[in-house]
């Protein structure tokens, strides 16, 4: 069975650039999530969907991240402009259910904003 | 969801056991732990998750006190690919899987 696929697995851009990272979630998951990780710490979930539609997206900082899940399979996650603190580890991922407890990641991307 | 409270890092020699604490004094009647791991330049991976029984799977073994407030991560017979971040969630079953919460894990090493 393949994994949660990410690209790029790095990135560096300049401050007020704007990137893009790219997910496709196992075939069938109907649930998929973007998490935040900075460096020692643990992820911070960002915005999660359920199908097309987004179930939650309180932490997401909206004035510059947005992401879109248009078919309900693959997903992007934007960032415009990007900051230095936004340099930080972005992980995808997926689970068949809204309420399942296994959470299947991908290898995240690096995001290195100078 | 109830906090979580782990110690930061702990050493372990391969082919002994490893066993990783997690205190969760505030954890509800309805909540579930959970237990991820993190190799480096991964992402997390699920390992195993209990409500009040013992639970036992290819991976590890987690056992939870009688009064629900701590548990213990097992991994039987450490070896290096076990050098990892673990994780230990607490969570209400049966709702929305990301309301999840990330701490800073445990940092375990295995070492030779």
């Known amino acids: 069975e393949a994994g949660v696929a990410q690209s790029p697995r790095y990135k560096i851009i300049e401050k007020r650039q704007s990137v893009a990272f790219w997910c496709n979630p196992i075939?069938?998951?109907?649930?998929l999530y973007w998490y935040q990780q900075i460096l020692g710490q643990g992820p911070k979930l960002l915005i999660q969907?359920?199908?097309?539609?987004?179930?939650?997206d309180s932490q997401l900082p909206k004035d510059r991240f947005s992401a879109e899940r248009l078919k309900g399979v693959d997903s992007t996650l934007k960032i415009q402009p990007a900051k230095l603190e936004d340099s930080a580890v972005y992980l995808c991922?997926?689970?068949?259910?809204?309420?399942?407890?296994?959470?299947?990641f991908g290898s995240g991307t690096q995001l290195s904003v100078l | 969801d109830a906090k979580t409270t782990q110690p930061t890092s702990m050493d372990c020699a391969e082919g002994r056991a490893a066993n990783l604490p997690c205190n969760h004094s505030?954890?509800?009647?309805?909540?579930?732990v959970y237990w991820y791991r993190q190799i480096h330049s991964q992402g997390p991976q699920y390992i195993i998750h209990?409500?009040?029984n013992n639970e036992t799977n290819e991976m590890a073994s987690l056992i939870i006190t009688e009064d629900r407030k701590s548990s213990t991560l097992i991994l039987p017979h450490a070896t290096l690919r076990d050098t990892a971040v673990y994780y230990c969630?607490?969570?209400?079953?049966?709702?929305?899987?990301?309301?999840?919460?990330f701490g800073d894990g445990t940092t375990l090493t295995v070492k030779p």
């Open positions: 991922a997926s689970s068949d259910h809204l309420v399942n407890e296994k959470l299947f």
């Open positions: 075939s069938g998951h109907a649930t």
């Open positions: 969907f359920q199908n097309n539609g987004v179930v939650d």
């Open positions: 505030t954890i509800s009647g309805n909540e579930y």
């Open positions: 209990g409500l009040k």
């Open positions: 969630i607490v969570r209400v079953a049966n709702t929305n899987a990301g309301k999840s919460t």
